[in-house]
């Protein structure tokens, strides 16, 4: 049925409701990506065949991702009247268990994580509220709002959290100019990297001359080390759909177009479900409302390129041709797809548009710093404590993401550094640990927001390495069109892996420094403008960890292999002979509970023995 | 070229109505169901869509997710993103390639193992992380990317 009045969207609100507080128990497993890949799909298949084994009247469901990665696989349980009740790292037989618990009419609380308050009742059992725990205390989920909460393949569920009131607000309330001055009042800049305000963004396409418009969601989410997007979309896709369907409105465009990556099948699937869904309710196709507005959503698949992020790249990719970008201005907005006005968002900013629109740009407003307002999604990973999605008003600290809701560095260690902006990004350094990052901030820094990656180091990470890294990235992903992100790649990559292999030269480091200048200044779009960054940064705030690789041969954080030697502390080791059974080049020999005996010209440092070894007697230095 | 389990070249261009830019759509679904992209058949997409062959050929080589040689029955796609590379994915992709006897783009000769190299799977919270197919691994060590080996025969 399609929806044409306010009457038949409370109906399907209703619906979605019955969905997720059913009169009977409900249990739902996080089956995203990352849930599946610790598994996700062995826990769901264990609750199922209990639940068919003692008969239970219990209704399974599948959500996205709650955010908190690390403890997954996640499975809630919700029990009418009672709180949603989360469970962390649930394999099989926890499921199980869980099950049988909930058969013998009991919630097994003391292995609950926490609970998330359904209409403010607390529970009768001891466990903390989910803004108790440190992970979720300071986070504020406006993106995220819905992302695990509900059943990404249930349209009424999504309806259920409000969802496609704003695009009724929108289209039936609303004039277009009206949308454009609520986006514009909000503040809100561009998640996918640059911060360009939306709104101005959008009226630039609007304005421009021309009757047919494009509207596209940018979901080649390339950034290494960032996943937001992906949660996004196969935890909420209608958020995105909904947001793509306003902005349409509002610009003028009748189709729409999102540019997935080819790394994201389920995202994928996903999204052809909800299009279909929404296209069955009314909320897409011919007559949105019963109004003169119509919207056809497309998908186009990437082809693994991580240029095709940049916009013009991107356009070209949906033209079907090789991803090269194209020299600014004309932009987009004047001159996009086939040649016609187009307007470029990306997910997490797609995401937030129904809220905006909903609750109003001056409540958007009011969260948020001066320049950077409203809420940012962080992916906080790497060597941290508590990895995960993250989302928190800008001018949050850097401290308080690592230490407070990351729960501090792995294993002890000393904190190094936080990458941020994926290849076109650096590293920042503890001295602003403190600093509030928004858009601004992290310019200073000399990094950039990008579009949200976090990737914690410490100080068993090479930042030599970590810039060889990413230049080997670029080099690949250069599209080659222009010469000086070609070739100033090429060779800042040549003289960093003479670093990390302990032949530096001479005067390497200043060559390096003009090389970054030039590729920084001479490049033709944003992948080569921006890809001296990581170098630049690791200089500026880790020059001593370059002295010591080309002064004294030397790799502080013993990771750059051909500065490293592998050594046994025969005092320390207990001879169990795990070492030597693994070792591929027979490096290690030695007899029976007593400390064995490591041969260095056999060992080629794969670090197969050190992963093994329970009393930490290899050492690397 | 084609085997009749296959759509063929001409069936999944008419399924894209002969659309110019359907060229990389096209591409994919000839991936998807031979696991690589024959010369034949990239012939046949050029002859079918009307343009130059070294068009169908460019766009077969700027994207990575095109192999122009036949892969393996398992391709293993080792994630290097940076989560997974500042937590040892350098290692874990030396010991797979070390177990299957091969560098990382390589096919192993009887056809069972490709290997690749991936930019980010989007799964950085529980780096390092391997996809075969459409199952992804995560937290892995070396030692369990062996086993994990072992199960894709």
New interface residues.
Partial sequence: MRITTIDQLDALAQQGKASMFPPRTRIAVGTA??G???GAAEALAAVRDEIDRLGLPIDLRETGCVGF??M?PMLEVLQPGGPRVLFHQVDARKAREIVRALCADRIPAERALCWIPVDGKAPSFVLPRYDHIPFYAKQEKIVLRNCGLIDPDSLAEYVARDGYRALWRAVVEMTPDEIMAEIERSGLRGRGGAGFPTGRKWRLCRDAPGAEKFVICNAD???????MD?AVLEGDPHAVLEGMAIGAWAIGASEAYIYVR????LAIRKLERAIADARDAGFLGRRIFGRPFHLNIHI???????VCGEETSLLQ???????EPNQRPPFPAQKGLWGKPTNVNNVETWGAIPEIVRRGGDWFAGIGTPGSKGTKVF?????VQN???VEVPMGTTLRDIVFDIGGGILGGNKFKAV?TG?PSGGCIPASFLDSPIDFDELARTGSIMGSG?M?V?DDA?CMVD?AR??LD?LK??S?GKCVPCREGIERMLEILTRICDGQALDGDLDLLEQLATMTKDFSLCALGGTAPNPVLTTIRYFRDEYEAHIRDRRCPAAVCRALIRYSIRYDECDGCGVCLK?C?TGAIVGENKRPHCFFEDKCIK???CI??CKVGAIKVA | MAESSFPSVPAILERHDHQEHALIAVLQEIQRTRNWLPPDDLEAVASGLRVPPSRVFGIATFYKAFSLVPRGRHVFQVCVGTACHVRGAQHILDRIAREMRIDPGGTTPDARFTLERVRCLGCCSIAPVLRVGEATHGRLTQHRAAQILKRYP
């Fill in positions: 990506s990352c599946v890949a610790t990665c690390q997954e989410e390339g950034d290494p080390g960032a996943y992906r080819d790394e994201y099948p186009a698949r990437g082809g693994g390129a991580f990719s949906i033209e079907g041709k090789a991803g992916s906080l990973v790497g060597k990895t995960g999605l990458q994926g990656g990737i180091m990470t970590v890294y990413f990235f690949e992903e599209c693994t591929p794969c670090g197969a992963e093994l």
